[in-house]
């Protein structure tokens, strides 16, 4: 299980541990008392999350999540996968055209193809 500091707490650790069988990837603050161990797989591993959280705050900047009314999970996973597919193909794009800068905004590479 991979959170940010906000869920570090012994009741959390100790639930994921005991309940879902799972190790905590959790960046430690001063109020648990724990010693971190940050070695080079809790790096590897807390990257993805942050890459995954980039992810979601573009899609909260463009508001794509916010114009649908979804009930069921399954869709909400489906819509996601699919406007993930979209940023890859305009990442493609990007590289293709030469412009690298514009792989990390698609606000931005979107309004320099009109």
Do not use: C, Q
Request: charged share 35%; glycine share 6%.
């Amino acid at each position: 299980m991979i959170a940010d500091k906000g869920y570090d707490s012994r009741k959390v650790r100790e639930h994921i541990d005991f309940w879902m069988d799972g190790e905590a990837i959790i960046k430690s603050i001063k109020r648990t008392k724990l010693v971190p161990v940050y070695d080079d797989r809790f790096t590897l591993l807390y990257k993805k999350r942050t890459g995954v959280e980039r992810f979601f705050s573009r899609l909260d900047a463009l508001n794509l999540l916010r114009r649908f009314r979804i009930f069921e999970m399954k869709t909400m996973e489906k819509l996601v996968r699919l406007i993930g597919i979209g940023f890859l193909v305009l990442a493609l794009f990007a590289a293709h055209i030469r412009k690298k800068g514009l792989l990390r905004s698609p606000k931005r590479l979107l309004r320099s193809l009109l």
